[in-house]
């Protein structure tokens, strides 16, 4: 049965704390199912809870990690703030910012421009610290079961630089790269940044076509694992 952490920092959660959820949904299942294992998947952020659950956890059958970013999300925000021309006018303050996290240090916020206050107010900075210290290449050069990275060429958040960053650090691991597949798994059919962000907000559309054949294969594939 799941437990509350109890570690003393009631005002956040951390990457840590939703891996201890994470290990906690795991040991449920293998509870009620009687499996000997169970396969998690991690999307994004949640590819990095995963790489952190592995840690722990010796009941996974093994990982699928979506979208993941290969390098500490300190350096993957700073790129994205970057890439975009319209920060120009915020950028000092944000890399700044980013800067002090990184070495574990919270930042004045109301001092920052408004439209940074969102991404770094008071209230999730202790969290960003901690997800800052994390390098997923380490996790994953230490995980022993079997792992899938899935990237879509079409994502604009999480580059192929990162999903080989992570192939690298595991030779173990396999590697789908998914063409017109963009960071929400949609499909994407041109370099227009606009009509990719729109498949963010709508529900309507379906997965691009291989996502699901490249996850159900590779696990049907480790059948035994479950075993």
Same mark, same amino acid.
């Given at each position: 049965?799941?437990q509350p ?10 990457d ?6 994470v290990?906690?949904w795991v040991?449920?299942i293998?509870?009620r ?7 998690v ?5 949640g ?15 093994g ?5 993941t970013a290969g390098?500490?999300l ?10 975009n021309p319209a920060?120009?006018?915020l950028?000092?303050?944000?890399? *700044? ?5 990184? $070495?574990?240090r919270? !930042?004045d @916020?109301? +001092?920052?421009h408004? =439209?940074?206050l969102?991404l770094?107010r008071p ?10 210290s994390?390098d ?6 230490s995980?022993?079961q ?7 060429r ?5 580059g ?5 960053l992570?192939?690298r650090?595991n030779?173990?691991?396999?590697l789908?790269l998914l ?5 929400v798994l ?5 370099d227009?940044?606009?009509a990719?962000?729109?498949?963010? *907000? ?5 997965l $691009?076509?291989?996502? !699901?054949? @490249?996850? +159900?294969g590779?696990? =049907?594939a480790r ?5």
């Amino acid at each position: 049965m799941w437990q509350p952490c109890r570690r003393r920092r009631p005002q956040f959660r951390d990457d840590e704390d939703y891996a201890a959820d994470v290990s906690a949904w795991v040991s449920a299942i293998r509870a009620r199912t009687g499996a000997s294992c169970v396969w998690v998947l991690g999307h994004s952020e949640g590819g990095l809870v995963v790489l952190v659950a592995a840690q722990r956890a010796a009941d996974l059958c093994g990982l699928i990690l979506v979208a993941t970013a290969g390098r500490p999300l300190g350096a993957v925000l700073r790129e994205q703030l970057q890439s975009n021309p319209a920060n120009a006018p915020l950028l000092d303050q944000a890399l *700044s910012a980013i800067a002090h996290l990184e $070495a574990g240090r919270r !930042v004045d @916020a109301p +001092a920052m421009h408004p =439209a940074l206050l969102q991404l770094f107010r008071p209230a999730v900075q202790d969290f960003l610290i901690n997800e800052f210290s994390f390098d997923p290449a380490k996790l994953i050069a230490s995980c022993r079961q079997p792992v899938l990275i899935v990237q879509g060429r079409r994502d604009i958040q999480v580059g192929i630089g990162d999903a080989e960053l992570l192939r690298r650090a595991n030779s173990a691991a396999q590697l789908a790269l998914l063409a017109d597949t963009n960071h929400v798994l949609k499909t994407v059919t041109s370099d227009d940044r606009t009509a990719n962000v729109a498949t963010y *907000s709508d529900p309507g559309l379906a997965l $691009a076509p291989g996502v !699901v054949d @490249a996850i +159900a294969g590779f696990i =049907a594939a480790r059948g035994d694992t479950a075993k």
